[in-house]
């Protein structure tokens, strides 16, 4: 089974920073899909930022980068300029879409609670 | 607008009164989906469902039934709910292909006392 790990509990950082998110995952597949969730005070869902396994170039939204990699199983979110609208709980999810359940099934890590201050 | 509506949003109850969270969506997705969050924990699924009458278990399924009668509804039911059911529940929806995303409804917080 596939496991996804967020060993930051919490972070801190000022407005303006840059501030980076860690996540390592466990699998055996070669073919897989990671993402970023932001799950802000509202407890609303929000999709970050994804990328596919097999591409090697790192993907990027405006401000949200991460840095993969593959070999390591590390998947990292890097925020630049950090705004007082990124405070928010963040999670890391796996996807595996080999088979029926797993190509729709999101595999969290625990989350990282980020706090962005002014 | 394209959406997943749940309710209620927040609910209390007591042990043993069974209760249904009702989950909508109005994007004609085929892929519907529970997930449970708890904190240190994530969030954990606990049914999914591929399309009309087709549904299994998720990771953490103990305690909880579904069904799946209409394409845009996937209420989940606990029987007899328990203190340990206590929790931040989200539906979420897609359109069932591979790598399309995942829409979250607005999350239900159960209390069960």
């Known amino acids: 089974a596939q496991t996804v790990t967020q060993s930051q509990p919490e972070m801190s950082v000022q407005e303006a920073e840059t501030v980076t998110l860690s996540c390592t995952y466990d699998t055996s597949e070669s073919n897989y899909y990671l993402f970023w969730y932001k799950q802000p005070p509202s407890r609303q869902m929000i999709l970050v930022i994804r990328q596919e396994a097999y591409k090697q170039q790192n993907a990027t939204e405006n401000r949200f980068s991460v840095n993969f990699q593959k070999a390591a199983k590390s998947f990292s979110l890097k925020i630049s300029d950090s705004q007082l609208g990124d405070t928010a709980m963040y999670f890391c999810?796996?996807?595996?879409?080999?088979?029926?359940?797993?190509?729709?099934?999101?595999?969290f890590g625990q989350g990282t609670r980020l706090t962005i201050n002014p | 607008e394209a959406q997943v509506t749940q309710n209620p949003r927040y609910l209390i109850t007591v042990t043993g009164k069974k209760l249904t969270v009702t989950c909508s969506q109005n994007m004609n997705h085929e892929y519907m989906s529970w997930y449970r969050q708890d904190p240190g924990l994530g969030l954990r699924q606990i049914y999914y469902s591929m399309n009309v009458e087709v549904t299994d278990k998720g990771d953490v399924p103990e305690g909880y039934k579904v069904s799946r009668k209409e394409k845009r509804n996937f209420p989940l039911i606990l029987e007899s709910p328990s203190p340990n059911q206590t929790s931040l529940y989200f539906c979420?929806?897609?359109?069932?292909?591979?790598?399309?995303?995942?829409?979250f409804g607005p999350g239900t917080r159960l209390t069960v006392l």
């Open positions: 999810a796996f996807m595996n879409p080999t088979n029926i359940q797993g190509a729709q099934k999101l595999v």
């Open positions: 979420a929806s897609s359109l069932g292909s591979t790598y399309n995303e995942q829409f």
